[in-house]
């Protein structure tokens, strides 16, 4: 079992910087993925970014490419999401993710074993 946790969320203006915090717990061992997901009222479940925890592979959606980074802190067991530049678009809850027993880079919510419980961005114009 993993447990996740985020934190970080908030209101911010267009322009702004946010930094999304996903604490993870439990079977916190061997190969895994960690991705950012983030649904808006009325729309599907989108996926963000992702990053392999042991080689730092890291994957985007185009949306977000050169605006949002993901990283990890191995000794604290902990995702971020930098998002810079936000854009009234990028309102949404957002969730992170983790896929337990793989390397590969998944970009669909179906190859994800563990959700935290979300946090909520909204940016305003």
């Known amino acids: 079992q993993v447990q996740l946790v985020e934190s970080g969320g908030g209101s911010v203006q267009a322009g702004g910087s946010l930094r999304l915090s996903c604490a993870a717990s439990?079977?916190?061992?061997?190969?895994?993925?960690m991705g950012w997901f983030r649904q808006a009222p009325g729309k599907d479940r989108e996926f963000v970014a992702v990053?392999?925890?042991?080689?730092?592979?890291?994957g985007y959606v185009d949306s977000v490419k050169g605006r949002f980074t993901i990283s990890r802190d191995n000794a604290k067991n902990t995702v971020y999401l930098q998002m810079n530049n936000l854009k009234p678009e990028d309102t949404a809850v957002y969730y992170c993710?983790?896929?337990?027993?793989?390397?590969?880079?998944?970009?669909?919510?179906?190859?994800?074993?563990?959700w935290g419980q979300g946090t909520q961005v909204t940016v305003s114009s």
């Open positions: 993710a983790a896929a337990v027993g793989t390397r590969q880079i998944r970009r669909s919510g179906e190859g994800y074993d563990y």
């Open positions: 439990g079977r916190t061992f061997g190969n895994y993925i």
């Open positions: 990053i392999d925890w042991s080689s730092g592979i890291k």
